[in-house]
Structures are given as C-alpha cells and as structure tokens.
C-alpha cells in the first residue's frame, strides 16, 4: 500500500531562516507527489505539486520541491521563511488509480522571531 | 474569490442532535470529497461524489451521510453526533479521477463542536 512519512512533526525556525520540510513516500510506480500548507483554522490550499519532468518544483509563496527517486523524497524547502509561514504542512500522494490523496502526519512549522 | 465554499465555519450542535454542513463550488468540477480533519491529525477521507456516483470509504461510520443533489453542492450530515464526531469537516473538489487530473481544492472547512 501505499504511504507517506513525515519524519519531523514539529519543526521551530527562525525568521529569516532557511527551512526544508521531509517527506518520504512509498509507492510501487512513479508517484504524483502534493504539498499542501493549512493555517491555524483553516483548509488545506495547494503549494506545489510534482507529476513528471523536472525534477525540481517551483510552487507559491516561494517554496520549492525536489522528487529525488533514487532517496523516495519529496522535500520542501524555502530559502528565507516569513513568520506567515507558520502553519502545518502536509505531504501527499496519489494513492490508487482512481486519484485518492494519502496525506502525510503533517509537518507543523513555529516562526520565532 | 473563494472556489469552494463551506458554511456555517463553526457549527455547534448537541450530542445526538442531527447536523448538516454544507459545501458548495463554483469550479464545475466532477468529484467532491468530506474529510474529516481530528487535532494534530491528517485528513481522513469519509467518501467522495463522482458527479452523482456516492462512494463510501471502507471505515466511514454509518453515522455519516452525504447528499449532493447538483454539482455545485454537497451536504454532510451526521445523523447524531458524538462527543467523538467533534472535528473540523473539510470539503474537497477535483476535476475528475486519475492521477494526474486529481488536483483537490479545499474549502476552509467547518469547525464542528458538540456539547
């Protein structure tokens, strides 16, 4: 079946700071790999998503995602974190052929100033 | 502009006393999904709408039904909710199945509290 593993459930970085959120997936073909962020009451909106080709993914708010095959990864990173970015974090992934999203455990991210 | 669209954003009900949230889209989109989202938690998946077509996940309680009577709505209604139904209840539309056309677009979910 398949999976997703954030390893980190809790991650504190300062403003300004660079930050890299893991995820690790576990699936048979190649996967179609999502990152969504949610702010504290509210719903999941879409940061990137990865289905083929570059292997390097440009996304909104200045994050950025790279499916590395060969390590079963999909990590985000953003150079320079705002304290907006305070939030949870999920990864998922495309978990059947009908498209059902597996999500991660979720990520979340605290801004110190 | 909001593409989907929950309401009520809090909902507070009794133990037991029927409850309805609702969702609405404006993309046109085919499927539409209820997740139900505990604290600290992923998103758990309760069933999902293919245009008319109900499909329900293998573990979703009988407690929990849904209705979508047109493509741009969908209901959820817990028939009597328990203190263990309390949660935040995420509303989800995509194009359509298969795995490159299954990009979902959450609403920002209804906040359920029962007493």
């Known amino acids: 079946a398949q999976s997703v593993t954030q390893p980190d459930i809790h991650i504190t970085v300062s403003e300004g700071a660079s930050l890299e959120l893991r995820c690790n997936y576990s699936?048979?073909?190649?996967?179609?790999l999502f990152w969504y962020v949610q702010s504290p009451g509210q719903g999941l909106q879409l940061l990137l998503k990865?289905?083929?080709?570059?292997?390097l993914v440009q996304g909104i708010k200045g994050f950025e995602a790279e499916f590395k095959r060969s390590q079963s990864s999909f990590n985000l990173r953003k150079p320079s974190v705002h304290w907006s970015d305070a939030a949870e974090y999920f990864c998922a992934v495309v978990a059947d052929s009908w498209g059902k999203l597996q999500f991660g455990a979720g990520t979340q991210v605290v801004v110190t100033p | 502009d909001a593409m989907v669209i929950q309401n009520p954003r809090y909902q507070v009900t009794q133990f037991g006393k029927p409850v309805t949230l609702s969702c609405s889209q404006t993309?046109?989109?085919?499927?539409m999904y209820w997740y139900q989202q505990k604290s600290s938690q992923a998103p758990k998946l309760l069933f999902h709408y293919y245009d008319k077509d109900f499909n329900n996940e293998a573990d979703t309680p009988d407690n929990f039904q849904s209705r979508r009577p047109n493509t741009s709505f969908c209901f959820l209604d817990i028939r009597s909710p328990g203190l263990g139904d309390a949660a935040m209840y995420l509303c989800?539309?995509?194009?359509?199945?298969?795995?490159?056309?299954?990009?979902?677009?959450f609403g920002a979910g209804t906040r359920l509290s029962v007493l």
């Open positions: 993309l046109n989109h085919n499927v």
């Open positions: 699936y048979g073909a190649t996967p179609y």
């Open positions: 989800a539309t995509s194009r359509d199945f298969g795995e490159s056309k299954n990009i979902q677009y």
């Open positions: 990865y289905f083929s080709g570059d292997t």
